[in-house]
């Protein structure tokens, strides 16, 4: 019997706002907040060096995708590249990245509800440690129930759900730079000198794109690529609605960052000390300390809106992503298993499910969330421009219905500024991710033993390269710049010189690691199979 698969219901709408809703997530309410204080008026820089970058990873993806047009993309591209342990490697990391989110996006939820007047809301989130009280834990585990029963489902009442609510996510960032901009906007906050607008030396515009939920933010541009197997024609949709939700997204985060720093009263900044803001509700005390009480209002509401909505839809992403990991044959079988009537991966949202209420009660705060998070997406980026290229080389018998142009520039860059992006989250948050892929290869080590240890040599020496990569980022991060949270061996410029260069080095490599795996062979034999 054939199993079940996928069905086609998808177009460009609904993937576009599948993308936008990921990226207006919670990190409209805080992202401009936290660069600010990390990076002054420099801060509009940061979102604009981050949104290119991403656009530049999101290239290198784009082709994967219609290419192999499957459900949990993003987890499975690199099997076809390089092998199963590479593949495992990468999909691991972006699992983690997209599963950790939906607990974020409740925090931030409950947190941004705290500055209201009401006593039951100030009940909820302690300021002076950053953490959800128990009564905020309870509210944000509520909110995760709600996002599993949104996609328990058929997924047209998801992207029902998630095209309604994606208009509000814009409006409502719209209105509030309006506002922001007509009441309150203070041009002398941003001066005019480098060392005013940059008060805290390039360094902090660089640190604030990895730490400060800029990439986070955009790490939402994958869910459409996840929802591939279920996209009406990929090779149109696909890069329409991946673009278009980037493009949007970074107009309105940085018209964001504009108005925040303008916003801000003078007398608040008195000696320009950027690093002393201190905001629980950043948007919201804003809207407070200016008497813009239909504006607080609307903040409120969206509050609960926009982390939701994008909670509901990484919720349906993160699941597809267990699905495509256990089609490789190193998760347990009941995560590749679809509902008989609506085709949904369940087994795979009940672990999301469990796994988000974990998380919860480890990281009570958005920032902290934000930080971790950060950094598991950026390594989850490296393997695209890589596994694209190698493809390249070694692949025939498939069809490729688009190729992107000037994709052999436009790979290596992205590699080497993923690879700056991953340095510049600073020691020790770039050595955690050595812990994170440990955790993960306990898994994959497993079920290689399960299955009788099939090509392990060659899966071994075509992910040599990214297994190396990590220790020796890790390792240019401890001995770079303090400014960075190195110990100075490599001064300030030299280090990020010598993380640039590297990275050079294994994106070469890595290309020329790829090989014609089992997972491609079958590919070739049906380049139009879905499942």
């Known amino acids: 019997m054939k199993p079940r698969t996928t069905l086609r219901t998808l177009g460009t709408l609904s993937l576009t706002m599948t993308g936008i809703t990921c990226i207006i997530g919670s990190g409209w309410l805080f992202g401009a907040y936290n660069a600010a204080k990390i990076a002054g008026p420099a801060a509009i820089l940061s979102w604009v060096i981050g949104g290119f970058s991403i656009l530049l990873v999101a290239m290198t993806l784009i082709e994967l995708a219609i290419l192999f047009p499957k459900s949990g993309g993003m987890a499975r591209y690199v099997n076809y590249s390089h092998g199963s342990l590479a593949g495992f ?70 992207m029902r759900f998630i095209v ?21 906007f203070h041009h002398d906050n941003f001066h ?9 030396g390039w360094s902090a515009v660089l640190t604030a794109v990895a730490t400060c939920g800029i ?80 504006l607080l209002l609307t903040v409120y509401a969206d509050a609960i809106i926009s982390p ?104 290596p860059l992205a590699f080497t500024i993923v690879s700056l992006i991953f340095f510049w989250s600073c020691w020790p948050l770039t050595g955690q991710i050595i812990l994170v892929l440990s955790l993960g290869l306990i898994i994959y080590f497993y079920y290689e033993h399960k299955n009788g240890w099939v090509n392990f040599a060659k899966q071994l020496k075509a992910s040599l390269w990214l297994i190396v ?12 710049g303090e400014a960075f949270g190195g110990i100075g ?18 994106y070469c490599w890595g290309v020329n690691s790829a090989w014609v795996t089992p997972e491609l062979l079958k590919a070739r034999e049906n380049s139009d199979q879905q499942d």
């Open 89 to 158: 490697l990468s999909g691991w990391a972006s699992w983690l990245a997209i599963v950790t989110t939906i607990p974020a996006e409740a925090t931030a939820s409950i947190q941004y509800l705290c500055s209201w007047h009401f006593s039951w809301c100030q009940l909820l989130f302690t300021p002076a440690t950053g953490q959800l009280t128990n009564y905020g834990l309870l509210a944000a585990v509520g909110l995760v129930v709600i996002f599993f029963l949104m996609n328990y489902w058929t997924v047209k009442l998801l």
């Open 489 to 506: 061996l490599l001064t300030a410029g030299w280090d990020q010189l010598a993380v640039a260069l590297a990275a050079l080095l294994f």
């Open 469 to 480: 990569y990590i220790f020796v980022m890790a390792l240019l991060s401890y001995l770079g």
């Open 215 to 294: 990439i986070f933010s955009f790490n939402g541009f994958q869910t459409p690529l996840n929802f591939a197997g279920e996209a009406k024609r990929p090779h149109i949709t696909l890069p329409i609605a991946v673009i278009l939700a980037i493009l949007i997204t970074l107009i309105i985060y940085v018209l964001l960052q504009i108005v925040f720093i303008g916003a801000i009263s003078p007398s608040v900044l008195q000696g320009g000390s950027w690093h002393a803001l201190s905001f629980s509700s950043p948007f919201a005390e804003l809207a407070i300390s200016l008497n813009l009480n239909v």
């Open 308 to 411: 939701s909505a994008t909670g509901v839809a990484y919720m349906g992403s993160s699941a597809r992503m267990l699905y495509g990991m256990q089609k490789h044959g190193h998760m347990p079988n009941f995560l590749g298993t679809l509902h008989e009537k609506f085709l949904i991966p369940r087994g795979a949202m009940w672990i999301n499910f469990a796994v988000s209420l974990l998380f919860l009660f480890f990281y009570r705060g958005w920032g902290g969330l934000a930080a971790v998070i950060s950094v598991a997406t950026v390594f989850s980026y490296l393997t695209g421009p890589v596994a694209v290229m190698g493809l390249r080389k070694i692949s025939s018998g498939l069809k490729q219905y688009v190729k992107i142009p000037f994709l052999a520039v436009i790979a």
């Open 192 to 200: 005019l000198t480098a060392q005013e607008f940059a008060p805290y």
């Open 164 to 184: 309604s609510i994606t208009i509000i996510k814009i409006v409502v960032p719209l209105f509030t730079i309006v506002m922001l901009f007509v009441t309150s």
